[in-house]
């Protein structure tokens, strides 16, 4: 009795979300998600289990917002899921975070090439372990045809790295007379950016209840909405995604622009 009634729960729920799912597709749809998974640790803690399991579990998340990112039509997914100053933390817990791509694409990517998901990463790759690299330059082969959402890990990231390498590269254009001063402008500098073949990101999520950005795509996010919840990252789930999408939805932007003009 009780599991009959705890089934006809999930379908319930599943269906409540295929409806809103289906509204969503219908509205305006972010081209780049971006989202920074925060709230791994305080998961682990409320369950009394080590650091580890929360990011294990996170993985898991990963792949649920995967899928209903696809199945939104999202273009791009990018996810914060190393940043150039996580490896302050405990050696132990930087060889778990580690291997969790490794473990990821292992088990998930025959499903990822079976949704034409295609992966990519942002990061400085020389700081990677090579089994790490390894792991992710693998699934980016065997997704490079694929042309459906694109899931882009950023790993070893932070966005400053990112701004120092792009001005010194413009300063040696600009040294070696490739291009005058002049020529320096906001599309030379996304040209060089890691993330220059891809759109700016609409809408970016962060969990957790931390409201900051956290040297996350500081020049990428310039006119992007924001979207914080108080959701642990091992507890977002598709109800949060679909939560987070019609919240941006409901917003005018407006790029400077005066009120009822999208501008450009
Ligand atoms: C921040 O939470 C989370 C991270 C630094 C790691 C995020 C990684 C994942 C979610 C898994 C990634 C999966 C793949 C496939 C690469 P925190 O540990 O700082 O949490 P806390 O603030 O509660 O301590």
């Keep these: 009795m009780l599991e009959k009634l705890l089934r006809k729960k999930t379908l319930e729920m599943d269906s409540s979300i295929s409806d809103r799912l289906t509204k969503v597709k219908n509205g305006d749809i972010p081209s780049h998600v971006a989202i920074i998974m925060d709230g791994n640790g305080r998961w682990a803690k409320?369950?009394?289990?080590?650091?580890?399991?929360?990011?294990?579990?996170?993985?898991?998340?990963?792949?649920?917002?995967?899928?209903?990112?696809n199945d939104i039509g999202i273009s791009v997914l990018t996810l914060y899921a190393f940043s150039t100053e996580n490896w302050k933390r405990p050696k132990m817990e930087i060889d778990f975070l580690m291997k969790l791509p490794g473990e990821f694409l292992t088990t998930y990517l025959p499903e990822l090439i079976e949704q034409n998901v295609k992966v990519e990463m942002i990061g400085n790759t020389d700081g990677l372990p090579v089994h790490t690299k390894e792991a992710i330059s693998r699934a980016m082969h065997e997704t490079a045809q694929n042309d459906g959402l694109i899931?882009?890990?950023?790993?070893?990231?932070?966005?400053?790295?990112?701004?120092?390498?792009?001005?010194?590269?413009?300063?040696?254009?600009?040294?070696?007379?490739?291009?005058?001063?002049?020529?320096?402008?906001?599309?030379?500098?996304?040209?060089?950016?890691?993330?220059?073949?891809?759109?700016?990101?609409?809408?970016?999520?962060?969990?957790?209840?931390?409201?900051?950005?956290?040297?996350?795509?500081?020049?990428?996010?310039?006119?992007?909405?924001?979207?914080?919840?108080?959701?642990?990252?091992?507890?977002?789930?598709?109800?949060?995604?679909?939560?987070?999408?019609?919240?941006?939805?409901?917003?005018?932007?407006?790029?400077?622009?005066?009120?009822?003009?999208k501008g450009s």
């Excluded at 966005?159 to 020529?183: C, F, G, Q």
């Excluded at 700016?200 to 795509?217: A, K, Y």
């Design 46 to 69: 409320q369950r009394s289990l080590p650091r580890f399991a929360g990011h294990h579990e996170g993985m898991k998340t990963v792949r649920k917002i995967t899928r209903i990112a």
């Design 151 to 261: 899931l882009n890990f950023a790993m070893n990231y932070g966005s400053r790295l990112e701004i120092v390498e792009t001005v010194k590269e413009i300063a040696r254009l600009a040294i070696a007379n490739e291009i005058a001063i002049e020529d320096i402008d906001d599309a030379l500098i996304d040209a060089h950016l890691m993330t220059a073949h891809l759109p700016e990101p609409d809408l970016l999520i962060r969990t957790s209840g931390e409201v900051r950005l956290s040297n996350f795509m500081l020049w990428q996010l310039a006119y992007s909405e924001f979207s914080f919840t108080e959701v642990l990252w091992p507890d977002f789930d598709e109800a949060c995604m679909l939560n987070a999408i019609e919240e941006y939805q409901m917003r005018n932007r407006r790029f400077g622009n005066v009120e009822g003009d």
